[in-house]
């Protein structure tokens, strides 16, 4: 597409705000990298100055007769070399490379480069007094150092079951010393108590859709998992019912409130359902609570409604941060407690004295309360994005998590999708690793926490949006 007042160099027109189009056969490269090429050579010379607003992704594609995918790629690719900066509801915008912080800079890297949707990880604190908070806690532990590198006596010190029993608290869990563990992660607490309650052989029902870290501990425990059906509130205690019938299971693993993948709450009257089915037919109940302090308003969880069956994990990783392993464990009674807790001890010898000391920390002096209303409130911004970019009716989401689940429309695999995302330097995860048994749906999960800026999250969704209103045919992933 030209005009008559094309500039009479061969590389590019630019008429004004977003009229900028590149001639990219000049650069004898993939349309994508030519782009950059293109957008590098035309600032560097002063066709483009600083500040000019570029046409948008949808808006060039169209001029150069190109897809959409490769625009966003040369977006993306002009993004690392610090050529172009976008604005949330502003647009793309050119800017002064010599004064943009190159590759080099690792926290740049992440402002610019491509979006990992993948990782179910919280967003990332950046406000300045929050983060010198969170730092000020490793200062003043720095001076206790050479004890925390110690082994230290298993389940932490009173200290420690006091801000953790402080914590579940908050989620609504009173309970006692002799029934809390303190656990190096969600993984090993659910590996001991599937221990526990279980033999080879032995059968444990979750949802059809579920975490696939159950999957992996069910199949190295030679346990057999069966599936439930579910639906947009989480599993159906009359389908639990049928299970425990047919085939006796020892326990029913939930994740409960906001679950991954589907976002999906289990409304008070159907977890009173569940208890109800499982105190009939004696089945233990595993309640997963990884996202207990992320909603505000949550139901009651199992451990409320029902202790005395109940197994209950609250892990950090979701609330405060993938890094910090660490998760309260609340049996049914001290006396379960104990040989849950031996195993613990034999598998794991301790939770970390530096990650239980900072933990600790954080919960008595406010500090994790703090780290979890930012990740509320940035979850919330980030989800309203995704009602925003993302068509109505192709996904589940709820106000307060911050991952999303995307049903494809027909003629899309989840296959093809994962691929058409990776060819725009985005990260997705396809249904398979979280079907616990039949044909896993055509359906995605999309993280938007993590490193990832709204900037970042806005220009993977928009990429991804565009993907789902066309067919597979018009998005293809090989440029």
Known sequence: MTSPERDERPNAQTGGTGAWTPDLKRWGKPHYLAIAEALADDIRTGRLTVGTRLPTQRALAEALDLNFTTVSRGYVEAHKRGL??????????????????????????????????????????????????????????????????????????EEDKEAALRWLKGRGVVTSCERLLICPGAHSALFSILGQVARPGDTICAERITYPGIRALAAHLRLRLVDLPMDRYGVDPDAFAAACTKV????????????????????????????????????????????????????????????????????????????????????????????????????????????????????????????VQFVREESAARQRIATAMLPAGTYTADPHAFHVWITLPEGWTRSAFASQGRSAGLGVIASDPFCVAGTPPEAVRLCLGGPSTR???????????????????LASAYI
């Open 84 to 157: 172009i900066e976008g604005r949330v509801g502003q647009g793309t915008f050119v800017v002064d490379p010599a004064r943009t912080p190159r590759s080099t800079d690792a926290a740049a890297a992440r402002r610019i480069g491509p979006v990992d949707f993948t990782m179910n990880l919280p967003p990332e604190p950046d406000a300045p007094a929050l983060q010198a908070r969170m730092q000020a806690a490793f200062v003043d532990l720095s001076g206790n150092l050479t004890n925390l590198l110690r082994y230290q006596g298993f389940g932490g010190t």
């Open 248 to 371: 006796a299971p020892k326990a029913i693993y939930l994740n409960p409130l906001l679950q991954n993948p589907t976002t999906a709450t289990l409304p008070r009257t159907r977890r009173e359902a569940v208890i109800a089915v499982a105190r009939r037919y004696a089945v233990t109940i595993i309640e997963d609570d990884a996202y207990a302090r992320i909603c505000p308003t949550p139901p009651p969880s199992f451990a409320e409604l029902a202790p005395e069956i109940t197994y209950y994990v609250a892990g950090l990783a979701k609330c405060l941060g993938a890094g910090l392993r660490l998760a309260f464990l609340v049996a049914p009674s001290a006396r379960s407690a104990l040989p849950l807790g031996g195993a613990l001890r034999a598998a794991t010898v301790m939770a970390s004295p530096i990650s239980t000391a900072l933990a600790t920390r954080w919960i008595m002096d406010g500090t994790a309360e703090a780290i």
């Open 455 to 473: 900037q970042q999250i806005t220009h993977g969704l928009e990429v991804l949006a565009h993907a789902l209103e066309g067919s597979p045919a």
